[in-house]
């Protein structure tokens, strides 16, 4: 349940890329909210044939503690539609994630955190719960070019 992000900005906005195809809807102007995210995904055989479609969405949840310390909260909800093999499954999952985060500089964060996801369907046998402990180290990365340095 861990999640690697590349973030992205541009002059004016922020575009956050994450590793299950989210793309950012934008700043939310609340100071509480690191981004709230959207995605799409498909998932390919070795094949090359489409197995499953996936609509999702998650809204990230950050507040500062003290100094580097932030907490956070992640929720999302996941809806997967079966093709191909298995036409006919869908299953809807729903996660929560939560933890600490150390910000060591502009670009690097690593966060310790738990997870509980619950997947139900509509296939007998395919429903579960997961608890999920883990670290991960997160690289923020910024193509916004200064202006007068070279720009127009």
């Known amino acids: 349940m861990t999640h690697e992000t590349v973030q992205i900005r541009f002059p004016g906005e922020a575009l956050k890329v994450a590793l299950d ?3 950012g809807l934008g700043e939310l102007g ?3 909210f690191g981004g709230a995210l959207a995605f799409t995904a498909h998932v390919i055989d070795e094949a090359f044939a489409v197995q499953r479609f996936t609509y999702g969405a998650r809204v990230e949840i950050e507040q500062r503690l003290t100094g580097p310390w932030w907490a956070f909260v992640t929720p999302r909800l ?5 093709v191909g093999s298995e036409a006919g499954r869908r299953d809807t999952r729903l996660a929560i994630v939560g933890g600490l985060k150390y910000v060591f500089n502009d670009s690097v964060s690593a966060r310790m955190l738990a ?3 619950n997947r139900s369907s509509n296939v007998a046998g395919k429903d579960s719960d997961k608890l999920t ?3 991960s180290l997160d690289f923020d990365i910024d193509f916004t070019r200064p202006r007068g340095l070279g720009g127009r």
């Open 133 to 135: 402990f883990g670290v």
């Open 30 to 32: 609340d100071a509480l």
């Open 78 to 82: 996941r809806y997967l539609d079966y």
């Open 21 to 23: 195809h989210g793309v």
């Open 115 to 117: 997870g509980y996801e």
